[in-house]
């Protein structure tokens, strides 16, 4: 082998590598975010159970992640109008001293209200 091939082997597995783990934490920040609005949905309606959208959150994040974003925690809170759901997590490492990176993503919606055709809430 040349000397060029041994040192442009390692540069390129490296860049290789980089670019994997770049692609993985885009991959667990996407899982983690539709968790996030999958719990808003759950969230929404107005008799639901505002709290129980971080339940529902944690629950599609560890059935989607499939071992790309691990120790999920999901958090929801609501005020008058609005739910929002917090989903963080640990991104897939596969460089051997890098840790796991962290991921968190937040989605919020409006709660929903039904009105009467007035307009007023009922």
Do not use: N, W
């Not at 001293?97 to 968190?104: E, G």
Request: with cysteine.
């Amino acid at each position: 082998m040349s000397v060029e091939t041994v040192l442009a082997v390692p540069v390129l597995m490296m860049t290789v590598l980089a670019c994997t783990q770049v692609c993985l934490l885009f991959l667990a920040r996407s899982i983690a975010l539709a968790a996030a609005q999958e719990g808003v949905r759950a969230a929404r309606p107005e008799h639901a159970s505002h709290a129980g959208g971080g339940t529902v959150a944690r629950s599609y994040a560890v059935q989607t992640a499939g071992g790309f974003l691990h120790s999920v925690t999901a958090t929801s809170r609501a005020d008058k109008t609005t739910v929002r759901v917090r989903v963080t997590g640990q991104a897939l490492s596969l460089v051997p001293l890098l840790p796991s990176l962290p991921v968190h993503a937040e989605a919020a919606g409006a709660i929903e209200k039904f009105t009467t055709p007035s307009g007023r809430p009922r």
